[in-house]
């Protein structure tokens, strides 16, 4: 059940995974109980001059020891407060918020872009079918090898110093992948390349959206997306991406 309540967790481990990139573990038992793949939290800042939390998905669940993994990057002032967050250290939090990822299909393509790609990590291990993930990075390259534990992984890079030059579209075109469905995390215009991808192919597509959040549960409108059919909250057609979302069908939004 989500929680709308703040409550404090605990550091467990805060390490440095890439240039502004961070893993931070978190005893949270009050979220890892319910947490699905595709949900996040938000976190709130130590500085009181910083009201609003920052949302931050959730990248892996360890149920049995109440325990959650973010990894964020360092875009601001609260993010870079987080980055020097120390072991046995505490911050308030709330959630799991928003809904995530629906289990489907016997073929599944994972598809990630930047900091888009860390909550795929967990939808990765509770799949229960062949997987193929294909990642996409500026410059540094990270997680690779914790998702090869899952499916066969092929890379994208901006420059081409690893895998295919270009984005995930081209990787994915150039090692002709197939899939039944596909799930998708990353910047609004490699998802808007992606569900005309989908259409295009026939295929079912699940995708994350990223958006800048207020509130996190829904109440202040803050990070709609425009959508197919008129939303029951607010009777026009959009979706709260916090509250609705942040994981939609392709063909339920406008990107």
């Known amino acids: 059940m ?65 325990r959650i993994r973010l990894v964020f990057r360092v875009v601001g002032k609260g993010t870079e407060e987080f980055s020097y967050l120390q072991e046995k250290d505490t911050l308030d939090l709330m ?17 990630g872009g930047g900091i888009g790609i860390p909550p795929l990590l967990e939808l990765a291990k509770k799949l229960n079918c062949e997987k193929q993930v294909v990642l996409g990075f500026r410059d540094d390259i990270y997680m690779e090898e914790e998702f090869e534990a899952f499916g066969k992984v092929y890379i994208s890079t901006e420059d081409g110093s690893k895998g295919v030059k270009g984005n995930v579209l081209d990787a994915i075109r ?6 039944d469905i596909i799930y998708a995390c990353g910047p609004k215009p490699m998802l808007k390349g992606i569900k005309d ?13 990223e958006e800048r959040m207020a509130c996190g549960v829904g109440a202040c409108l803050g990070c709609v997306c425009q959508s197919r059919e008129t939303d029951m909250h607010t009777h026009v057609k959009n979706k709260r991406i916090c509250k609705d979302g942040p994981v939609f069908y392709a063909e339920e939004v406008e990107l």
């Open 174 to 179: 150039y090692h002709q992948l197939e899939a």
């Open 95 to 111: 959630g799991p918020l928003g809904n995530g990822f629906n289990l489907e299909g016997k073929k599944a393509l994972i598809i």
């Open 197 to 209: 991808y989908a259409i295009e192919h026939g295929i079912k597509a699940q995708l994350s959206l």
């Open 2 to 66: 989500t929680s709308t309540v703040r409550k404090k967790g605990i550091v467990i481990q805060n390490t440095k995974l890439a240039k502004d990139i961070y893993s931070l573990w978190l005893e949270a038992p009050f979220i890892a109980d319910s947490a699905r793949p595709g949900q996040f939290v938000s976190l709130y800042c130590k500085d009181g001059s910083r009201l609003l939390p920052r949302p931050i998905s959730i990248c892996e669940i360890n149920k049995e020891k109440g």
